[in-house]
């Protein structure tokens, strides 16, 4: 399957398609669905500290004896229970089964404290050490990358961040600034917009490219991500799925194809942001409400309270 390996600024590669862990807990059910994507043909695993199953990613690998070579591992810095990065980079390798992973991410800006260069240079530390062939961050903006790169000794190799055709254009900065560092652009949550905001402009799109190329929707969202040079982060349940997900690689979007779905997903994100604004004013409202009848309320019980009061004494 056509899903190649994107270089990195480090000098190493990352496979384009990932299997991520993100939805899957801890416990048997991640060791049974790592074995059914390993078995299926993913040998890309995002996991993360956050996520409570690195020790599943590494026994699904000894279970099936694969060579470490042969699993490309991506798990991030997430700040849990308060350890700082030299830790949790040796507690994920222990919980990994491994000496090495393949990419270390920062998962978000927020965790970056007491700020991003500090940060960053622990980060640098982990790479220099051995223990990351790669580092990087996730959730970045274009801000904070320069923030980021105003003092770092080694640039960041991917920023992974939520994209899909219903937020590009919001994304659009950051992609153009990662691009102009050689930072690669990992997407996760590519399906939003057939899995979270169905019935949308791009549906369009979408429905008629997969009539014509032979292929599903989901696909499509896939093909859609690979041709904006990005790799993809996903999952499912479902081995029928993740076999599409493979095969989504053979398609070949035309440069029409891709602009008519970001011409969609433009269109569609405005509708989103105003949909999105008015729900948060729909609450912000009901909210005001709530509190204009607490007051009410407390305010006649302290006038009742008077009046009892005032009887009381005569």
């Known amino acids: 399957m056509p899903w190649d390996l994107i270089p990195l600024n480090s000098g190493y590669s990352i496979p384009s398609l990932a299997y991520g862990t993100g939805t899957l807990g801890s416990g048997q059910w991640p060791i049974d669905q790592l074995t059914q994507a390993f078995d299926t043909g993913f040998y890309h695993i995002d996991t993360a500290q956050l996520y409570g199953n690195e020790a599943e990613v590494g026994i699904t690998i000894g279970q099936l004896g694969l060579e470490r070579s042969d699993v490309f591992i991506t798990t991030k810095f997430s700040g849990s229970n308060g350890l700082d990065i030299p830790t949790s980079i040796r507690n994920s390798l222990e919980y990994l089964n491994t000496s090495y992973v393949d990419l270390y991410l920062i998962h978000n800006p927020d965790i970056a404290v007491p700020d991003i260069p500090t940060v960053w240079s622990q980060m640098e530390k982990v790479q220099e050490a051995g223990l990351a062939r790669s580092i990087g961050v996730s959730n970045f903006n274009e801000k904070q990358l320069e923030i980021l790169l105003s003092s770092a000794k080694i640039?960041?190799?991917?920023n992974q961040i939520y994209l899909h055709p219903y937020n590009y254009q919001q994304q659009s900065p950051t992609l153009e600034y990662a691009a102009t560092y050689d930072i690669v652009i990992e997407a996760y949550g590519a399906l939003t917009p057939v899995t979270s905001e169905p019935g949308g402009p791009v549906d369009a799109p979408l429905n008629e490219i997969a009539t014509r190329l032979r292929a599903t929707t989901d696909q499509v969202l896939l093909a859609w991500i690979k041709a904006?040079?990005?790799?993809?982060?996903?999952?499912?349940?479902?081995?029928?799925?993740?076999?599409?997900?493979?095969?989504?690689g053979n398609l070949e979007l035309s440069a029409e194809d891709v602009k008519r779905i970001d011409i969609a997903g433009a269109i569609g994100e405005k509708g989103i942001t105003v949909r999105h604004g008015l729900r948060k004013l729909g609450v912000g409202v009901l909210f005001?409400?709530?509190?204009?009848?607490?007051?009410?309320?407390f305010k006649g019980r302290g006038k009742r309270s008077n009046v009892v009061e005032v009887l009381e004494r005569n």
């Open 155 to 158: 640039k960041p190799a991917a």
């Open 228 to 248: 904006k040079g990005a790799v993809v982060v996903t999952t499912s349940s479902k081995k029928a799925r993740l076999l599409s997900y493979l095969s989504a």
């Open 288 to 297: 005001g409400i709530l509190i204009l009848v607490a007051c009410s309320y």
